[in-house]
């Protein structure tokens, strides 16, 4: 059966359904383009985060982690060359009154001439680009002076190298090596949408990979392959992702290579991942503001060396979006149409359900029990109202990848029934072994 179209439409309202995501401000009537995430959303959101976390931090002898603040220093917006220029190109449609980025006019909207030409936009008498800074301003403490104004992080990269001298001589870092860290980013975008996709308030997920500029051509190659092997791992479709290398051309002037790793969104081919070589741009920008030496000294040949820095930089909510459209589909089971996410069991909110099959004869209190065995070990959910096949199906939904039901062979044999949610296969394993079998098909 050929996969289930997927719209954004149909991800908005599941993910409200069933307690992914929820408007922010609501009860309010919401607030432009800011969304909060519910039990569901927060679990996946947080399992995403840990399996990043895990694969290129904990899993790694050359990685170490950060977590810096998102309030720094104006100087630091100053040097990294944010604050002059972190702009992005706005236009006024003096017809519809929209405001757009000109350099994604393409994708934008305007409802007196839904063209999906640039070109065809002059008609509606766009006013010629002004620069507007992305970043938003905040003011810290109390007096109201331009002393004050600093300004929330656009990215979590600069904390990493205004850090660089503390994390590699507190670890005793040799180069090659990484620091990486996750955590919320803020740009005032001109144009939101798409759901999660471009908000004003976003996580990322970077690492910043240090290593001799002889190496950084190979080290930005290993890169690409690798982050795109983990998405993999995560469970994402391999027909939907992709490596897009910029043209020399298309590169900031102080980047040597940059690879935006895409995926086949609704509308079409757009970034999920950018893994950029930033050579020494970054780190010799920082010493020579700050007249601190960001070098590592070769310990055989006694030489100073400005790391050049490899940066695959991930935005975090923007994959939570990816694996909701990755997971989704309909299919019929049991003669009845069903809707269901298809996440791997490494990023599933829910990685069992268990259920007994009556309420009465011991059944719950059995479910219970196998519950209690295994909550510390990997999410599970207890239900015991509506029939078996109901409950399936809410389980499918959410995309739990298992469901042991208790029965009455449980009650003398100590063997419950597991359904997988994609082949809809039963098979029955004994409770004491439920978490190996689990554990082998999360890391298969
Ligand atoms: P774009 O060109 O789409 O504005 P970018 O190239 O400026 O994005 P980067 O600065 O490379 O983005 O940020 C790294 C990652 O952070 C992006 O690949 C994306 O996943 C995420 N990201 C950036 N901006 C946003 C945003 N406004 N909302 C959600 N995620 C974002």
């Not at 070990?377 to 015991?384: A, T």
Request: with cysteine.
């Amino acid at each position: 059966m050929p996969r289930a179209e997927v719209t954004l439409d149909k991800i908005v309202s599941l993910s409200k359904r069933r307690g992914f995501v929820f408007q922010a401000s609501e009860i309010y009537g919401g607030f432009e383009s800011t969304w909060d995430y519910g039990p569901l959303g927060v679990e996946l959101k947080r399992r995403i985060a840990d399996a990043w976390w895990r694969d290129m931090v904990m899993a790694r002898e050359d990685v170490v982690g950060l977590d810096s603040a998102i309030l720094q220093a104006p100087k630091v917006w100053e040097v990294s060359g944010h604050a002059t220029g972190f702009n992005d190109p706005l236009v006024d449609c003096k017809a519809c009154k929209g405001r757009f980025r000109a350099d994604k006019l393409a994708m934008s909207q305007c409802p007196r001439k839904p063209s999906k030409h640039p070109g065809e936009h002059s008609d509606c008498a766009l006013t010629p680009p002004r620069q507007f800074n992305m970043m938003f301003k905040t003011q810290v403490g109390p007096v109201e002076d331009s002393a004050a104004i600093t300004y929330l992080r656009p990215e979590t990269a600069q904390g990493i190298f205004t850090n660089f001298l503390n994390v590699q001589q507190t670890m005793r870092m040799k180069l090659p090596f990484g620091v990486a860290q996750m955590g919320k980013s803020f740009r005032n975008e001109i144009v939101t949408g798409n759901f999660l996709f471009r908000t004003r308030e976003f996580e990322q997920m970077e690492m910043e990979y240090f290593c001799r500029p002889e190496e950084s051509a190979a080290k930005f190659e290993y890169w690409v392959a690798e982050r795109l092997r983990w998405y993999r791992s995560i469970g994402l479709r391999e027909e939907n992702l992709r490596a897009r290398p910029y043209e020399k051309k298309d590169l900031a002037h102080y980047a040597a290579a940059c690879t935006d790793i895409e995926y086949r969104y609704p509308w079409g081919w757009d970034e999920l991942e950018g893994v950029a070589n930033r050579t020494t741009f970054d780190l010799t920008r920082h010493s020579e503001a700050s007249g601190k030496k960001l070098q590592w000294m070769d310990p055989d040949t006694k030489e100073w060396i400005t790391p050049h820095v490899v940066e695959p930089a991930a935005g975090l909510s923007r994959l939570v979006l990816v694996a909701l459209l990755d997971a989704y589909d309909e299919d019929v089971a049991d003669g009845e149409p069903r809707t269901l996410l298809r996440f791997h069991p490494r990023i599933a909110p829910i990685t069992l359900g268990v259920f007994p099959l009556v309420k009465r004869d011991g059944m719950p209190e059995k479910a219970r029990e196998i519950v209690r065995r295994y909550l510390d070990r990997f999410p599970v959910f207890y239900d015991e109202s509506g029939a078996i096949g109901r409950r399936y199906r809410r389980q499918d939904e959410v995309g739990t990848p298992f469901c042991a039901t208790v029965d009455g062979e449980t009650m003398t044999g100590g063997t419950v029934t597991i359904r997988e949610r994609d082949s809809m296969k039963q098979e029955r394993v004994r409770i004491e072994a439920i978490g190996d079998w689990i554990d082998a098909r999360t890391r298969a």
